[in-house]
C-alpha cells in the first residue's frame, strides 16, 4: 500500500512563495495521476493541480495558474507544488493525493476528489496581508 505524506506548509506574507512536497512511501505503482487539493475553512475541497507521474502531463485551477507549478521526482518518488504570488484566499490546507490512472490525468475530471484513492494528512499553509 502506498501512504502519502506532505510537508512545507506554514506562514508566508502575501507575494511569498512556499515549496510543498508530498512524499510517497511503500509500493508504488508507476501509472498515477497525483493530485494536490485544499480545504480553506468552510468551504468544499478544491483542486489546485495534478500531475501524470509518467509523462508529466500537469493541470491546473483558473485559480492558481500562472502561480503554481506541479512537479515530480521519480527517482525520489516525491511531487511538488511550487507557489509564488501567494494571496490571502490561498490559506487552506493543502492535501496530496494518488489514483491509479493507466493513461495519465483525465483532463476533465482530474480536480474531482473522487479520482483519487490515497490521500496525505495536509499541511498548512496560511499567507497574510
Known amino acids: 500500500q502506498v501512504q502519502l505524506v506532505e510537508s512545507g506548509g506554514g506562514s508566508v506574507q502575501a507575494g511569498g512563495s512556499l515549496r510543498l512536497s508530498c512524499a510517497a512511501s511503500g509500493y508504488t505503482y508507476p501509472n498515477y495521476c497525483m493530485g494536490w487539493f485544499r480545504q480553506a475553512p468552510a468551504k468544499e475541497r478544491e483542486g489546485v493541480a495534478a500531475?501524470?507521474?509518467?509523462?508529466?502531463?500537469?493541470y491546473y485551477a483558473a485559480s492558481v495558474k500562472g502561480r503554481f507549478a506541479v512537479s515530480r521526482d521519480s527517482a525520489k518518488n516525491t511531487v511538488y507544488l511550487q507557489m509564488n504570488s501567494l494571496e490571502p484566499e490561498d490559506t487552506a490546507v493543502y492535501y496530496c493525493a494518488a489514483g491509479r490512472k493507466p493513461y495519465g490525468c483525465d483532463s476533465a475530471s482530474w480536480w474531482r476528489p473522487s479520482e483519487y484513492t490515497t490521500w496525505g494528512q495536509g499541511t498548512q499553509v496560511t499567507v497574510s496581508s
Open positions: 500531475i501524470a507521474t509518467r509523462g508529466g502531463n500537469s
